[in-house]
């Protein structure tokens, strides 16, 4: 099923496709996210060239974010990860941010949760996000879902998402077409 977008209203969302998920060495490293760089680079590459808006997720947390929480602490899920001005919270050297692209720093779960992500999109006219990155059951699941309930059209990327274990991101996947939009493979999409 071939899917066209039109550049000038289509954003790629890379979300989170830090040294920490990705990189063996990393905090929070998945072997699911690693091996999503080669396809993520290509669609990119392809959007680029295309005109269409690139903007990438950064997830980063200051040390004490989670001092005073009641109940929200990712440091108790997952432990220290992503931390402020460490190389775990930067973008993999594969995927180069160039200076035309927005980089959204969050520190949640969602990328639009206080964030000017989505006065940056409607700025520019754009209502089309092709979505890809990591995590599939997380935060490109929890981005993908705000995006809808917004009135973007999501387009989750099958073969450019990451997870820790295959079911997660088959779960995440299903749910996300079932709910609030659609699921394809990088292939499928076309930029017109």
């Not at 990119?44 to 950064?58: I, P, Q, Y």
């Not at 520190?107 to 949760?113: G, K």
């Not at 879902?145 to 295959?166: K, N, Y």
């Amino acid at each position: 099923m071939s899917v066209e977008l039109e550049p000038e209203r289509t954003a790629i969302v890379v979300v989170d496709m830090q040294n920490g998920f990705c990189h063996p060495d990393g905090s929070l490293y998945a072997p699911g996210s690693e091996r999503a760089i080669e396809p993520i680079a290509a669609l990119v590459e392809r959007a680029r060239e295309a005109g269409a808006s690139l903007l990438f997720t950064r997830d980063v947390h200051p040390p004490e974010q989670f001092e005073d929480a009641h109940y929200y602490d990712e440091f108790e899920q997952w432990g220290e990860h992503v931390l402020e001005g460490s190389w775990d919270a930067e973008i993999v050297d594969e995927l180069p941010v160039e200076a035309a692209d927005n980089v959204v720093e969050k520190h949640t779960y969602d990328a639009f949760y206080n964030t000017e992500l989505e006065g940056w999109l409607n700025a520019r006219g754009i209502d089309d996000l092709v979505i890809c990155g990591t995590l599939a059951n997380v935060c490109v699941l929890h981005t993908g879902g705000s995006a809808g309930l917004l009135d973007f059209r999501p387009i989750l990327v099958e073969d450019c998402i990451g997870a820790i274990e295959d079911d997660h991101k088959e779960y995440a996947l299903e749910h996300a077409e079932w709910l609030f939009g659609e699921v394809v493979e990088g292939d499928d999409l076309e930029f017109a």
